[in-house]
């Protein structure tokens, strides 16, 4: 198992102090969850079922969706 060292400003480290007692995790583990959490690249099992719940999604290939290269009307000055 490695460790690393963090340098903390004071009001980073009470912020830290107050979620760790809330979580009632030790404060390694604290940082373990929170690194697994935003270092993950893979999708979350939430939005991963979400695919296919929206029917009526355009995607790309779309016949109905506006063309990217029309420009919308604009407003003279």
């Not at 009470?14 to 604290?30: I, Y």
């Not at 999708?43 to 990217?68: H, I, V």
Request: hydrophobic content about 40%; proline content about 5%.
């Amino acid at each position: 198992m490695s460790q690393i060292t963090l340098y903390l400003d004071d009001a980073t480290q009470a912020l830290v102090d107050q979620a760790v007692q809330a979580s009632g995790l030790s404060k390694s583990r604290w940082v373990a969850e929170i690194i697994r959490k935003y270092a993950n690249r893979e999708w979350s099992e939430e939005c991963l079922n979400l695919a296919g719940k929206f029917p009526d999604f355009p995607f790309c290939d779309d016949k109905n969706l506006p063309s990217l290269a029309e420009d919308a009307p604009r407003i003279g000055f």
